[in-house]
């Protein structure tokens, strides 16, 4: 009862249909003003449905500088994982995730050839196999340029905070983790993944992961960050974006050391990129009421629109109703998919 009296009061755990709902009205809208219910297809014209549904998280990655991401694999389903033992020597631990994403689902993080040959049985999806990066900083940033402008904006930054307890010597993790609401909501999570561990007591004050995901859903706790961003961290953003094909409108997951070097462009690496499926992550941020959030979410859906409309005047193309619709079922086989596999 009080976990649910907890979601209750913070919007942020709400279903995605009931704080998205609202944006329908200017979805529509737009949809009538640009001809096409699927006009966010144009808003990122290098990316695949511009970045809402079906999209391969390795084409994304293919679009950006090696240098800027760490070493990523696509094993496709059905094939054997014993080529890419021979071909590369994978150091652990590492992280693992479905091709085509979804908030989080299905990420893990692998410490050992033993686990990823199960992860890679059990998968019925392509996945991706990406080397840890040992940065201790994460945020989500939010990137948005007009196409006839020389230069982007950043609109928000959130700063992922990963969920850990401290011990005090006597409780066990399961009661810890019952201690904090946004935690317990964990604890499902982690009786699947390593039900040892929540029967383990921490030592006083010894601190103790309870998810290594950047993930709202996996109880990472989002800090709106916007107030850090600066000239110098656009225009280095803004560097790296401009050698990004035909990509406009998106959140960045970067992970680095520090936010002095990351300013300077030194020191990060992006985990991946997003497109027209992302969200403003700061809104999350649990001091931002639901209208805060809610402000957001329309002052992005309006950015991309304009994005689609100029694209639109210059010859782009959105989805025809046809392709749409085979795309978007595409879209939920993908998430039931994934559910079958959870």
Not at 119 to 134: C, G, K, S, V
Not at 267 to 295: C, T, V, W
């Amino acid at each position: 009862m009080k976990l649910f009296f907890h979601k209750l009061r913070h919007w942020e755990y709400w279903p995605a249909w009931l704080i998205y709902f609202p944006v329908s009205i200017p979805w529509i809208y737009y949809s009538i003003r640009s001809g096409s219910f699927f006009f966010f297809n144009r808003v990122n014209p290098g990316i695949r449905n511009g970045g809402m549904m079906n999209v391969s998280k390795m084409e994304i990655y293919k679009l950006i500088p090696e240098h800027y991401y760490p070493k990523t694999y696509l094993v496709k389903f059905g094939e054997s994982l014993e080529p890419h033992f021979r071909e590369v020597e994978f150091t652990f631990p590492l992280f693992v995730k479905p091709d085509k994403g979804l908030r989080g689902t299905l990420v893990k993080k692998i410490e050992s050839p033993i686990e990823l040959i199960k992860y890679h049985d059990e998968a019925t999806f392509d996945y991706l196999i990406q080397e840890e990066i040992p940065y201790p900083l994460e945020i989500g940033l939010f990137y948005i340029r007009m196409p006839n402008q020389s230069f982007g904006k950043i609109s928000g930054i959130v700063e992922k905070i990963l969920p850990e307890v401290a011990g005090n010597g006597y409780s066990n993790l399961r009661q810890l983790m019952k201690d904090d609401p946004r935690l317990e909501m964990q604890i499902e999570a982690l009786q699947k993944e390593d039900p040892s561990r929540l029967n383990s007591i921490p030592a006083k004050d010894e601190k103790f992961l309870c998810s290594p995901y950047g993930n709202h859903c996996r109880g990472a706790l989002f800090l709106d960050q916007s107030h850090r961003i600066t000239e110098k961290m656009v225009l280095q953003l803004d560097a790296i974006c401009s050698q990004i094909p035909g990509f406009f409108y998106g959140r960045l997951d970067i992970k680095f050391n520090s936010w002095e070097e990351f300013e300077a462009g030194q020191k990060f690496q992006i985990i991946e990129l997003n497109g027209a499926l992302s969200e403003p992550a700061h809104m999350y941020d649990p001091r931002h009421s639901y209208i805060k959030g809610q402000r957001e979410i329309f002052r992005h859906i309006h950015c991309m629109y304009r994005i689609c409309r100029h694209h639109q005047q210059n010859g782009i193309k959105a989805l025809d109703w046809k392709e749409g619709i085979r795309e978007l079922k595409n879209h939920y086989q993908t998430i039931s998919n994934y559910k079958s596999n959870m």
